[in-house]
């Protein structure tokens, strides 16, 4: 039974490490959320994936920024905001649909609510665990 799960989290780690490179590539495809995901999948079933993901060159610094401190970069956040932007006017343009541009438009509004909350350094981080604030809204 326990390969069977150590394959099903592999498989997993797998599809949200394509994801997070589609992410990579494509506007408005998150590659920062599938990139943790895929760590997590990894740390329950490969140690040699979840050693490359600590060291790859674009994740590994935003995962272990992450572990440290619920740290999302500032730069991070306002690539973000702008690749939303962009993605919803490119949506709207194809589309023309106003209602699902709104409600897309709301699911973006909220994600960017959630990543402004979090520390954009781990000077950031330091500062409020020191303070005793919270790193995010539930830390």
């Not at 069977?4 to 797998?14: E, V, Y």
């Not at 990579?24 to 490969?46: H, K, N």
């Not at 994936?49 to 060291?55: E, K, T, V």
């Not at 401190?69 to 709207?92: C, E, N, R, T």
Request: aromatic share 16%; glycine share 8%; charged share 15%.
């Amino acid at each position: 039974m326990d390969k069977i799960k150590r394959a099903l989290w592999f498989t997993a780690g797998i599809i949200f490490l394509g994801i997070a490179y589609i992410g990579v590539i494509v506007p408005g495809i998150p590659w920062s959320t599938p990139s943790l995901i895929a760590t997590y999948c990894f740390a329950r079933s490969s140690k040699q994936f979840h050693d490359y993901m600590l060291n790859h060159k674009l994740f590994g610094p935003f995962i272990q920024n992450w572990q440290e401190g619920s740290v999302f970069p500032s730069k991070a956040k306002w690539a973000m905001f702008i690749s939303m932007d962009v993605s919803l006017v490119i949506f709207y343009l194809a589309t023309q649909n106003w209602k699902a541009t709104l409600g897309m438009g709301v699911f973006f509004a909220l994600i960017i609510l959630w990543a402004s909350r979090l520390p954009g350094s781990l000077e950031e981080a330091a500062r409020r665990k020191a303070a005793g604030e919270r790193l995010g809204w539930f830390k």
